[in-house]
């Protein structure tokens, strides 16, 4: 059987490349499968044509600010749905709004980081989520 992906949710080439670098450099081996957009990780999480393939990721990581659907309303998507309730959901973001902050977390984030700028800096921020969320954290079931 396959291990449960994380599923990055980033509209930003840049900052894609990047995570997939990271956690790769940080010997973080688990499949990324990545949505670009909003109506996308709702779609491969939920949609008909993934049928009985779908896998429920061990991690969802969540940008804010996406094309056609954000990521707040992505995830309460995720919080209303019985499949992805229990999923931690990590809001990875360039945001600085405390009103961001709050809301995300009143819609059922587990954590909200804001994404580091520099490279040396955002290796150091996925290997801790990795080494967290995929290592430390028991789940509350399992995927």
């Known amino acids: 059987m396959m291990e449960n ?40 999480l939920y949609g008909e044509q993934h049928g009985d393939h779908r896998q429920i990721p061990a991690l969802i990581l ?26 931690p959901v990590v809001v990875l973001t360039s945001s600085l709004e405390p009103s961001d902050r709050l809301q995300a977390y009143q819609s059922g984030a587990n954590s909200y980081v804001r994404k580091p700028v520099d490279f040396d800096e955002f290796v150091t921020v996925a290997q801790q989520l990795g080494n967290y969320w995929l290592g430390l954290n028991q789940p509350a079931i399992d995927t």
């Not at 930003?12 to 670098?21: E, K, R, S």
Request: proline share 6%; hydrophobic share 45%; glycine share 4%.
């Open 62 to 87: 969540l940008d804010l600010n996406l094309p056609k659907l954000s990521g707040l309303e992505v995830l309460r998507q995720l919080r209303a749905n019985d499949t992805t309730r229990m999923v």
């Open 5 to 44: 992906p994380i599923l990055l949710v980033e509209d930003n080439p840049d900052d894609i490349a990047l995570m997939l670098h990271a956690l790769k450099n940080n010997g973080i081996n688990t499949p990324v499968l990545v949505a670009e957009d909003g109506e996308q990780a709702l779609q491969q």
